[in-house]
């Protein structure tokens, strides 16, 4: 719906609706960071350029490798870090995929290019890897196995092809195990010309863990491990389906995007805390006759990537990146350990506990929390032993840094995602996935002191997925009983109120939970709906109009208004919604949907055909 639209149906209502997110929410990005251009004719007598095989690993210990620790069956992994340029303890700017893909892919940190949180958007502003070897003519695919990857999130940007066809997982298209990720890739690799950058992501050691039976690796973490070695053979296939003659001419960077925290700290995943074992990731280099075959103690950092890549198929970076190349330390020479900047919003975006950011450096981290944490890695490397209280100097020192790093302002994610892509993203439990947060304020409860209470929350919402409604709101009633306005817990309970029939029910708490955070979609959404569901479609309409300006681009928003509206005898304004609806649709290629909501459009508001016969996308679709 365009702005005149829009403000017609919120006239009618006598609400202010503004300017949609799309617009809004554009990411800013420094104007310094463009595709460089190529001289024509630069490379004319030059040797051929190196092809690019970029691996990412999802999920990945460095632990859990053969040449890091010695426990596990990795033999490919093992093999591919003896013949190359190999750290194994590079730090991920944060515990998340999407976002951290996106640092790999960019060289710039969350805070620079948008996407703090999975489901979020990497604006058009921001330059990919893929961008700027596509502008120097290479080939580019990208085989990507996890949903946080999919296309519409932004990363797909620069890609001839793209492939993120998925098929497992409980939730319906949301993986693709390893040996079918190889067998894509291949198939391209196989057409492939000269040169070219292929992207392989393979998703397997993400939680759920569940390798074939063969591969099970014996201990308490045997399935997350054999998940791991799953993964190993599958890039032992992939490696050895490519010519050999090609690959000696192939630089190949294998790294990951966060590890996992396996119990460590009290947390079975990621995302939650800064500890080193969800942002330690390997990081691997091999070019033969190019790259030695050396260890590096040196603490590389995931944005460091691009920068690294450029170099060494020379290509000129752009200005401003937050990574630096490692060529030179990896040829020789002398180059100090930049500081690794770290964080994380979810504990905020999910729960209203603080988020987290920290500052690794020259052997020292300091988490920023509530209660602030300094660790002496060399001495403590798990973490055990915080020396905040005894050594603020050198805290005061590394908070410094971070102020440094933040002294500018954060970058916003483009726009919202689709109804589609947040429906996946909430099957696999990132509920909150893909909002725009509002700001966050001081006093805030540190993660730490809310982990039991985080675990009891994720208790409960097993038993809402499970479909065990009335378990579900008893569970998340004993966290309301501690912590009253704990977001989460309303959002969920007004859920399973509403999932069980109980629309009435579900108002109060959901009530709560957009008075708390009024900018949170998906509070939004499930009090719109509940209100709808109630016959109080009245106030529903506010709800459905604020949704639809914080993610203009979800078609059951733009459903819910509509029926809504109609429900609330707002005759030509239902119509309207319902073109929009029609709108989106057939942007998407939906045209069976836009069909449907056309018909739905002018069944409400017959006057509006002129003026749908009028655009090129919806006139050939009209009954």
Do not use: C
């Not at 998703?203 to 690796?217: G, L, V």
């Not at 099957?427 to 725009?436: D, I, P, T």
């Amino acid at each position: 719906m365009t702005a005149a639209p829009r403000l017609a149906v919120a006239a009618a209502l006598g609400l202010l609706i503004i300017a949609p997110a799309a617009q809004l929410l554009l990411a800013a990005a420094p104007t310094s960071l463009t595709v460089p251009a190529t001289a024509p004719g630069a490379r004319a007598a030059a040797s051929p350029p190196p092809n690019l095989l970029l691996v990412t690993i999802d999920t990945l210990r460095p632990d859990a490798l053969g040449w890091v620790a010695g426990r596990n069956t990795t033999p490919t992994l093992d093999r591919l870090a003896a013949e190359g340029s190999r750290f194994r303890a590079a730090v991920s700017p944060v515990p998340l995929t999407l976002p951290a893909h996106a640092s790999i892919l960019t060289g710039l940190l969350p805070r620079r290019h948008g996407v703090r949180d999975n489901g979020q958007v990497l604006g058009d502003g921001v330059p990919t890897l893929a961008e700027f070897l596509r502008a120097r003519g290479y080939a580019t695919a990208a085989f990507v196995s996890g949903f946080p990857l999919k296309r519409g999130f932004g990363l797909e940007r620069g890609f001839d092809r793209y492939d993120d066809a998925m098929q497992h997982g409980e939730a319906g298209w949301v993986e693709r195990l390893a040996p079918e990720t190889t067998a894509a890739a291949l198939g391209w690799l196989r057409t492939r010309r000269d040169p070219f950058f292929t992207w392989v992501h393979f998703y397997d050691p993400h939680d759920p863990y569940d390798p074939p039976r063969a591969f099970w690796q014996p201990g308490p973490r045997g399935a997350y491990d054999g998940e791991v070695a799953f993964v190993d053979n599958a890039l032992g296939e992939l490696l050895a389906g490519i010519d050999p003659a090609v690959l000696a001419r192939t630089l190949v960077v294998l790294t990951a995007d966060h590890g996992e925290g396996l119990g460590d700290h009290q947390e079975d995943t990621h995302g939650f805390f800064l500890y080193d074992s969800t942002v330690l990731v390997p990081l691997v280099l091999r070019l033969p006759g190019r790259l030695p075959a050396r260890a590096f103690d040196h603490p590389a950092r995931l944005v460091d990537v691009l920068p690294t890549v450029l170099a060494l198929l020379d290509v000129k970076p752009p200005r401003g990146l937050d990574g630096e190349s490692l060529l030179p330390l990896v040829d020789g020479k002398s180059q100090p350990a930049r500081p690794a900047y770290i964080e994380t919003q979810l504990p905020w975006i999910y729960f209203g506990w603080a988020s987290l950011r920290a500052v690794r450096h020259e052997d020292w981290k300091l988490v920023i929390a509530p209660r602030p944490e300094l660790y002496d890695l060399q001495r403590d490397p798990h973490e055990a032993d915080n020396r905040e209280a005894s050594e603020r100097p050198r805290a005061r020192r590394l908070a410094d840094v971070a102020r440094m790093i933040e002294r500018e302002t954060a970058a916003p994610p483009a726009a919202a995602v689709s109804d589609e892509q947040l429906a996946k993203l909430r099957a696999l439990g990132y509920v909150g996935a893909g909002e725009q947060p509002s700001p966050e304020p001081p006093g805030r409860p540190d993660p730490k002191d809310r982990i039991a209470m985080r675990r009891d929350l994720l208790a409960a919402e097993r038993l809402l997925r499970a479909r065990r409604f009335s378990e579900a709101v008893a569970a998340f009633a004993k966290v309301l009983a501690v912590e009253p306005d704990n977001r989460f817990a309303l959002l969920r309970t007004g859920v399973a109120r509403l999932e069980a029939g109980d629309a009435a029910g579900a108002t109060e708490p959901l009530a709560r939970a957009v008075a708390l955070d009024p900018r949170r979609a998906e509070a939004r959404y499930a009090l719109a709906a509940a209100l709808a569901g109630a016959a109080k479609n009245l106030d529903a309409l506010p709800h459905w109009l604020e949704l639809v300006r914080l993610q203009p681009r979800r078609r059951e928003a733009w459903t819910g208004l509509a029926h809504s509206l109609a429900a609330a005898g707002k005759r030509r304004e239902s119509g309207e919604a319902q073109a929009e609806l029609a709108r989106l649709a057939a942007a998407a290629g939906d045209r069976d949907a836009a069909r449907e909501a056309l018909r739905a459009s002018l069944a409400a508001a017959p006057e509006l055909r002129p003026k749908l016969a009028a655009e090129p996308a919806l006139a050939p679709l009209l009954p």
